[in-house]
Nanobody, 121 residues
Framework: QVQLVESGGGLVQPGGSLRLSCAAS????????MGWYRQAPGKQRELVAT???????NYADSVKGRFSISRDTPKNTVLLQMNSLKPEDTAIYYC???????????????WGQGTQVTVSS
Protein backbone atom coordinates (compact mmCIF):
# COMPACT_ATOMS: atom_id res chain seq x y z
CA GLN A 1 0.00 0.00 0.00
CA VAL A 2 2.89 2.36 0.78
CA GLN A 3 6.37 2.45 -0.68
CA LEU A 4 9.48 4.44 0.15
CA VAL A 5 12.01 4.70 -2.65
CA GLU A 6 15.49 6.13 -2.07
CA SER A 7 17.84 7.51 -4.69
CA GLY A 8 21.05 9.49 -4.92
CA GLY A 9 23.63 7.13 -3.47
CA GLY A 10 26.94 6.37 -5.12
CA LEU A 11 30.70 6.59 -4.92
CA VAL A 12 32.29 9.88 -3.88
CA GLN A 13 35.76 10.97 -2.82
CA PRO A 14 36.47 12.14 0.72
CA GLY A 15 35.39 15.75 1.11
CA GLY A 16 32.76 15.39 -1.58
CA SER A 17 28.98 15.73 -1.45
CA LEU A 18 25.92 13.65 -2.19
CA ARG A 19 22.22 14.33 -1.96
CA LEU A 20 19.87 11.50 -1.04
CA SER A 21 16.17 11.60 -1.82
CA CYS A 22 13.33 9.44 -0.51
CA ALA A 23 9.84 9.58 -1.98
CA ALA A 24 6.80 8.02 -0.35
CA SER A 25 3.89 6.84 -2.49
CA UNK A 26 0.70 4.85 -2.17
CA UNK A 27 -2.37 5.12 0.03
CA UNK A 28 -1.02 7.91 2.20
CA UNK A 29 -3.31 9.96 4.43
CA UNK A 30 -0.55 11.82 6.23
CA UNK A 31 3.18 11.52 7.00
CA UNK A 32 4.57 12.27 10.43
CA UNK A 33 8.27 11.97 11.32
CA MET A 34 10.69 11.12 8.51
CA GLY A 35 14.32 10.23 8.82
CA TRP A 36 17.51 8.67 7.55
CA TYR A 37 19.40 5.79 9.12
CA ARG A 38 22.53 3.98 8.01
CA GLN A 39 24.16 0.61 8.46
CA ALA A 40 27.83 -0.05 7.83
CA PRO A 41 29.19 -3.59 7.35
CA GLY A 42 29.36 -5.41 10.66
CA LYS A 43 27.61 -2.63 12.55
CA GLN A 44 24.10 -1.98 13.79
CA ARG A 45 21.77 0.39 12.01
CA GLU A 46 22.09 3.89 13.46
CA LEU A 47 20.18 7.14 13.27
CA VAL A 48 21.58 9.82 10.97
CA ALA A 49 18.90 12.52 11.04
CA THR A 50 15.17 12.94 11.58
CA UNK A 51 12.66 15.67 10.80
CA UNK A 52 9.16 16.25 12.14
CA UNK A 53 6.11 17.50 10.25
CA UNK A 54 6.76 21.03 11.43
CA UNK A 55 10.37 20.90 10.29
CA UNK A 56 12.20 20.30 13.56
CA UNK A 57 15.34 18.27 12.93
CA ASN A 58 17.68 16.09 14.93
CA TYR A 59 21.14 14.83 13.95
CA ALA A 60 23.64 12.25 15.11
CA ASP A 61 26.70 13.94 16.61
CA SER A 62 28.89 12.36 13.93
CA VAL A 63 27.12 14.25 11.11
CA LYS A 64 26.25 17.58 12.76
CA GLY A 65 27.47 20.50 10.69
CA ARG A 66 28.01 18.31 7.62
CA PHE A 67 24.57 16.82 6.83
CA SER A 68 21.26 18.62 6.42
CA ILE A 69 17.81 17.03 6.37
CA SER A 70 14.78 18.64 4.77
CA ARG A 71 11.36 17.61 3.51
CA ASP A 72 9.02 18.58 0.72
CA THR A 73 5.63 17.90 2.25
CA PRO A 74 3.46 18.25 -0.91
CA LYS A 75 5.74 15.75 -2.67
CA ASN A 76 5.97 13.35 0.31
CA THR A 77 9.74 13.54 0.02
CA VAL A 78 12.62 13.77 2.47
CA LEU A 79 16.11 14.84 1.42
CA LEU A 80 19.55 14.43 2.99
CA GLN A 81 22.30 16.75 1.83
CA MET A 82 25.65 15.27 2.78
CA ASN A 83 28.75 17.47 2.60
CA SER A 84 32.37 16.96 3.64
CA LEU A 85 31.91 13.21 3.39
CA LYS A 86 34.35 10.95 5.20
CA PRO A 87 35.24 7.28 4.62
CA GLU A 88 33.45 6.45 7.87
CA ASP A 89 30.20 7.68 6.31
CA THR A 90 30.28 4.63 4.02
CA ALA A 91 27.12 2.62 4.62
CA ILE A 92 23.74 1.67 3.25
CA TYR A 93 21.40 4.57 3.93
CA TYR A 94 17.76 3.84 4.70
CA CYS A 95 14.78 6.17 4.71
CA UNK A 96 12.09 5.76 7.36
CA UNK A 97 8.68 7.38 7.65
CA UNK A 98 5.73 7.18 10.03
CA UNK A 99 2.63 7.15 7.87
CA UNK A 100 -1.09 7.03 8.44
CA UNK A 101 -2.63 4.96 5.67
CA UNK A 102 -5.93 5.99 4.10
CA UNK A 103 -8.81 4.17 5.73
CA UNK A 104 -7.06 3.45 9.03
CA UNK A 105 -6.52 5.26 12.31
CA UNK A 106 -3.12 3.68 12.86
CA UNK A 107 0.34 5.08 12.12
CA UNK A 108 2.75 2.57 10.64
CA UNK A 109 6.51 2.67 10.30
CA UNK A 110 7.82 2.13 6.77
CA TRP A 111 11.38 1.62 5.55
CA GLY A 112 12.92 2.08 2.13
CA GLN A 113 15.10 -0.54 0.47
CA GLY A 114 18.32 1.37 1.09
CA THR A 115 20.88 3.11 -1.10
CA GLN A 116 24.63 2.52 -0.96
CA VAL A 117 26.95 5.42 -0.16
CA THR A 118 30.67 4.76 -0.55
CA VAL A 119 33.27 7.37 0.35
CA SER A 120 36.67 6.40 -0.98
CA SER A 121 39.59 7.77 -2.92
Amino acid sequence: QVQLVESGGGLVQPGGSLRLSCAASGSIFSIYDMGWYRQAPGKQRELVATITRDGSSNYADSVKGRFSISRDTPKNTVLLQMNSLKPEDTAIYYCKAQIKVIGTELVYRYWGQGTQVTVSS
